[in-house]
């Protein structure tokens, strides 16, 4: 199983941004999508994740400001990032497992390589 991310970006505190995640190779099997995200000297914590059935998770710093979406064919899964705030920067990634959604990075299978948010205020 591969992620790959895209989407990051510079925006200034207020504006809106979109990531996206492919996943590709053998992911019939994989049942989460989730995005993390890391900001210097902080640990990696989970922003948003969204299991197969639609079961949504959202950390609290993101609660009514970012959406997680998957498509159809479970492949693909998007962070609709709004009201960004300079405290929103971070290096975000994509994950993936077999399981339930989980704020633990060690309990995801594949990550992606990440993607750079940064905002200004």
Same mark, same amino acid.
């Given at each position: 199983?591969?992620?790959?991310?895209?989407?990051? /970006?510079?925006?200034?505190? #207020?504006?809106?941004?979109?990531?996206?995640? %492919?996943?590709?190779?053998? $992911? !019939? *099997?994989? &049942?989460?999508?989730?995005?993390?995200?890391?900001?210097?000297?902080?640990?990696?914590?989970?922003?948003? /994740?969204?299991?197969?059935? #639609?079961?949504?998770?959202?950390?609290?710093? %993101?609660?009514?400001?970012? $959406? !997680? *979406?998957? &498509?159809?064919?479970?492949?693909?899964?998007?962070?609709?990032?709004?009201?960004?705030?300079?405290?929103?920067?971070?290096?975000?990634?994509?994950?993936?497992?077999?399981?339930?959604?989980?704020?633990?990075?060690?309990?995801?299978?594949?990550?992606?390589?990440?993607?750079?948010?940064?905002?200004?205020?």
């Amino acid at each position: 199983v591969q992620l790959a991310e895209s989407g990051g /970006g510079m925006r200034q505190a #207020g504006d809106s941004l979109k990531l996206s995640c %492919v996943a590709s190779g053998d $992911i !019939i *099997s994989l &049942n989460a999508l989730a995005w993390f995200r890391q900001a210097p000297g902080k640990q990696r914590e989970l922003v948003a /994740g969204i299991t197969n059935s #639609g079961i949504i998770n959202y950390g609290d710093s %993101v609660k009514g400001r970012f $959406i !997680i *979406s998957r &498509n159809n064919a479970g492949n693909m899964v998007y962070l609709q990032m709004n009201s960004l705030k300079p405290e929103d920067t971070a290096i975000y990634y994509c994950a993936a497992t077999y399981y339930g959604i989980s704020g633990v990075p060690a309990d995801y299978d594949y990550w992606g390589q990440g993607t750079q948010v940064t905002v200004s205020s």
